[in-house]
């Protein structure tokens, strides 16, 4: 009897030594000492908040997610909750990791399952590598992340967040069992939790009025509204880095499904596959993942009797700005819901549903169906079309687990293959952003020390090398190579728009040269982290009073703008209609920068009845009044973009735009780089190269109309060269020698008239000295 005992305790130590074990022993005293077991009632959603997730006219604060989370946390052994970081204005970023118990308490492994088959070259010799994988992938889990609310008006999916999660914490359903034992879900409630409450204030103050219903007079994100869903390669801002660093990058989801709203008089739900074209860096594999699963989903969906429900239209694969998980091996299923209005429910005729491209949401094809014949539209429709969506996505992740761990393999092995290109980026004043946001996204690259020829490719010392033959050189050939969109054409001849804009070349945005060759030297490792220089320098302008228009209708360029100013450390002060109707500015400010806005919101601002009134009547005549005064008494007014046009107009200014009213089948560039040549003797240009870049959608091209007047060109697009650098451009023939910067006097002052976005996004580094400039050359 000893003996037994004691082979049986030396049994448990032997096991106990190895790690795998040891992970065993310490999470089961996790389980079974720290936390409480399933038999805990779970609490359902109504218990927290005091209503059910799709109630009519109900929003949940974000202190109240997160109290619903933290009470699953406790109660359950299928749930861990926690904070991964702070938000931009201070709120906590958090995540749910969501599996069977006996998953939850090997997390350590399954992340290191996840690394290994993500970078092949980890298993060792090519020879070992597909026996070595095979065991991962028997023993693995389909890692589905989950992420919701980041445009903050489509209120559905963080509802959704707190429905998925209980049902995934509480049911004993055999379907939920498989997910649970397949899968490890990592569920976002929000991935801007600052809009969550942004939006809640404001809906609850106007419940009631006229104006319920309707959208926040403010960005639903502090700096980027609505374009914090563009933000998946540039990496600005504080939410997109701690999901990079704290989910993606650690666990490298297999799956990703990105629950989102649409318009109210489509589809009442799209799933992939998306429209053509998809960007040409996009694994083959992942489009045929994204392809089936999208395509089962809403055949699965349409078995059950929901109606109205797209594939293969409206949304396109073309940019990484939206798509991370496409160049790190994972399919991203993005689903669009039909929205209502905000919680409040609608009452839509069926003659009012609209086309959008590739589907007629009155005739059933064979991309969409069963036709919605129309009737009302609520909450509690968005929250059930959401949930089933995400259930079916769990299901086929659960039943298909091998077949997803070995496209993921594949993907990887594909990546590491060896003879492909390097591409060189040359030392400048830019390049450590780029490598910055490269080294986030995982891309491997090194530094030359030395001088070197390598047959027709000469590069000098100091040259960034980044080989493509590494797991996530996609990610990187995306961003360094130039676009060439294709030529969509509806059948009577108009040209088919994006579903965002055309180019996403870094390297040109940021001014960094770069060169391709032949496979030359493996990169290493990044082995500190890089920091990004300023482009500005703030001591150059301290003494600059500088203001910047802020429409009570908010635009995302002003946001941006404000990101920028921040983020380069220049000082300046928000300047709303009123201020400005006052007619005070030049007692106040040397520069006013007015961004991106269409002339006509400019001049009025939100419509009659829209809206409150205090939001209402843009700068108006009185402050067309104001800003002619300000100049003329020795003020600089800064226009970017479509904001020139408004200068141009209210201010009779003796410019015209060329490009204005052209039919798009003659003229037509939907986000697209183009090349401008510099005046670099002018101060607004001083320091920079003649050749440069501007970042053109919805611009002015601009052209003198008085030579008797003082008007200087800065910019201007080549006589002799193509204009387009990267994206699609057609009418191209029609601005070349055009002007794209310009600068009028007007009394004593100027006005600066940019025909582009020179921060754009906080991604246009090679353009940010032009604004700059102008700002201190008052």
């Known amino acids: 009897m000893r003996s037994s005992k004691s082979m049986l305790v030396l049994l448990f130590f032997l096991l106990a030594a190895s790690a795998r074990f040891t992970g065993i022993v310490e999470a089961w005293h996790y389980r079974f000492q720290s936390r409480p077991v399933q038999s805990v009632i779970i609490p359902k959603p ?3 908040l005091g209503f059910t997730p799709g109630d009519d006219r109900k929003l949940a604060s974000w202190s109240q997610v997160l109290s619903y989370f933290e009470r699953l946390d406790q109660a359950s052994d299928r749930v861990r909750f926690e904070t991964l970081g702070r938000s931009t204005m201070d709120r906590p970023f958090v995540m749910a990791t969501i599996s069977a118990p006996e998953n939850l308490i090997r997390l350590e492994e399954y992340k290191r399952i996840q690394e290994l088959l993500a970078d092949p070259r980890k298993l060792g010799s090519p020879a070992s590598r597909s026996r070595k994988a095979a065991e991962l992938i028997d023993r693995g889990k389909t890692v589905v992340l989950i992420t919701c609310g980041i445009h903050s008006t489509e209120v559905g999916s963080y509802l959704s967040s707190m429905l998925i999660a209980y049902r995934l914490a509480a049911s004993d359903e055999p379907e939920i069992q498989s997910v649970l034992r397949n899968t490890i879900i990592l569920l976002v409630p929000s991935l801007n939790p600052d809009g969550v409450d942004i939006v809640k204030t404001w809906y609850d103050k106007t419940l009631g009025t006229p104006y319920e219903g309707t959208s926040p007079p403010e960005l639903y994100h502090k700096y980027t509204g609505h374009d914090n869903n563009r933000d998946w390669y540039a990496f600005t801002q504080v939410e997109t880095k701690l999901a990079i660093d704290k989910i993606h990058n650690v666990w490298h989801p297999q799956i ?28 083959r594999q992942l489009v045929q993942g994204y392809t089936e699963l999208g395509n089962w989903m809403a055949g699965e969906m349409r078995k059950a009797a929901f109606q109205g429900i797209t594939t293969n239209s409206t949304y396109d694969a073309w940019s990484p700005a939206r798509a991370y998980s496409h160049y790190h091996a994972g399919v991203r299923i993005l689903s669009e819901t039909a929205s209502a209005r905000i919680a409040s429910p609608i009452n839509i005729k069926f003659e009012q549903l609209r086309s959008r491209d590739g589907f007629d949401p009155q005739k059933q094809s064979l991309n969409f169906g069963p036709v919605w014949r129309g009737g ?3 909450l509690i429709d968005i929250t059930k079309y959401m949930t089933a969506a995400a259930f079916l996505l769990l299901k086929n992740a659960a039943q298909d687990r091998e077949r997803w761990l070995r496209r993921f393999y594949e993907i990887g092995t594909e990546a590491v293959r060896g003879g492909k290109l390097t591409y060189l980026l040359l030392p400048s004043s830019n390049r450590d952003r780029l490598l910055e946001i490269l080294s986030r996204a995982g891309v491997e690259w090194t530094i030359d020390a030395l001088a070197r020829t390598r047959g027709k490719v000469s590069y000098p010392a100091g040259t960034a090398l980044v080989r493509m033959d590494q797991p996530y050189g996609s990610f990187a050939k995306a961003l360094l190579e130039q676009q060439h969109y294709p030529n969509l054409r509806s059948p009577d001849g108009h040209p088919i728009p994006p579903y965002d804009v055309t180019a996403h070349t870094l390297s040109l945005l940021m001014g960094v040269e770069v060169k391709t060759a032949p496979g030359l030297l493996r990169p290493g490792k990044l082995r500190a982290a890089v920091e990004a220089t300023r482009v500005a320098d703030p001591s150059k302008k301290e003494n600059v009073k500088l203001g910047l228009y802020q429409s009570a209708s908010p635009a995302m360029d002003e946001g941006w703008s404000r990101w920028v100013f921040g983020s380069q450390g220049i000082g300046y002060s928000s300047v709303g209609d009123r201020e400005i109707r006052k007619n005070e500015l030049r007692a106040r400010y040397d520069v006013l920068v007015i961004p991106d806005q269409s002339p006509t919101t400019i001049m009025n601002g939100y419509g009659p009845g829209t809206m409150p009134r205090e939001f209402t009547g843009g700068i108006g005549a009185d402050g067309v009044v104001a800003l002619r005064n300000f100049v003329e008494h020795g003020g600089m007014l800064i226009c970017l973009n479509r904001a020139s046009e408004f200068a141009i107009e209210q201010l009779k200014l003796p410019v015209r735009n060329v490009v204005a009213r052209l039919p798009r089948t003659d003229y037509y560039v939907p986000g697209s780089i183009l090349r401008v040549t510099l005046d670099p003797t002018h101060p607004i240009a001083a320091g920079m190269s003649r050749e440069s870049i501007a ?11 008085d030579a008797a007047q003082r008007v200087e060109i800065i910019a201007s697009y080549p006589n002799n060269k193509d204009p387009l650098l990267s994206g699609w451009l057609l009418g191209g023939e029609r601005i070349k020698g055009k002007a794209a910067l310009v600068e009028v006097s007007l009394g004593k002052g100027r006005i600066v008239l940019f025909g582009f976005r020179p921060q754009y996004r906080g991604q246009s580094l090679a353009t940010y000295p032009l604004l700059f400039n102008a700002i201190k050359s008052h």
């Not at 989102?260 to 996009?282: A, D, I, T």
């Not at 970042?695 to 109309?705: A, L, Q, R, Y």
């Open 46 to 48: 109504e218990d927290v």
């Open 256 to 283: 990703v499904h990105d629950i989102h709203q649409q318009g109210e008089f489509g589809s009442r739900l799209f799933l992939p596959p998306y429209m053509e074209p998809v960007e040409p860096n996009v694994p």
């Open 376 to 378: 009302e539209w609520r």
């Open 695 to 705: 970042w053109v959608e919805d611009s002015p091209v601009f052209e003198i109309t």
